[in-house]
């Protein structure tokens, strides 16, 4: 790899996990560097990563995952990294498609490249509502942002430092994944997709619910046509 990359791990209570997690980047991904973002954790998250001699950086408190995500971007704008790739601390991103997402960025032709479940995928889903509700928030990024996304909502990407830099100044703290795609699309930066078949959950269990995800993509929408109304104010003011 010709390119400082750097692996941003937002973690919250994840000490079972976490450890095993640096090991596997470590492993297949020896060419980066690792800051590991403890959101408040009330565990050994922070001692099970140090042990790893990774830097961790510790919030004051639960800050949520914007806030999280955007501490890793301000660290890799500050420390001069050319890339920089989120994988959350849950274990589901797949560390051996991390050289992946790294080459796309090489390529020169994309500013962010997303690692995505559905793209190319035969998977099926299991729940009618999550299926609906994947097609729903696909369409309404398409639509929004006028260019096909098959997965807005996933945490797995890579930066090039355009990204980076805009980032660290800029990240939205309700929906940031969506958020930032939609709103990177429509400011002329390059966004790409690449197949990726997520892990499953090594331990604990997801608290996203039937109804929880159902307010989750009601409330993503609302989030990104807001974004659009406001994009659109702003530019009418300039002119």
Known sequence: MNYRTLIIVPAYNEDAIIGQVIDNILT???????????????????????????????????????????????????????????ADGDGQHPAQKIEDLVKELESGNTDLVIGSRYLNSNEKETSITRSFAKWLLAKVVTLLCGKKITDSSSGFRAANRRVIKLFSHMYPRDYPEPETVAFLVRSGYEVKEIPVRMNTRITGESSI???????????????????????????????
């Open 28 to 86: 297949e991904a020896p060419f980066a560097d690792i800051v590991v973002v403890n959101d408040g954790s009330t565990d050994l998250t922070t001692e099970k990563a140090e042990s790893r001699g990774v830097t961790v950086i510790e919030l004051p408190y639960n800050m949520g995952i914007g806030a999280s995500v955007q501490t890793g971007y301000k660290y890799a704008f500050e420390n001069d990294y050319d890339v920089a790739i989120q």
């Open 209 to 239: 619910t039937m109804l929880k995800g159902i307010i989750y993509i009601i409330k993503v929408m609302l989030a990104l046509i807001i974004d659009k109304f406001k994009a659109t104010i702003l530019i009418e003011e300039r002119e």
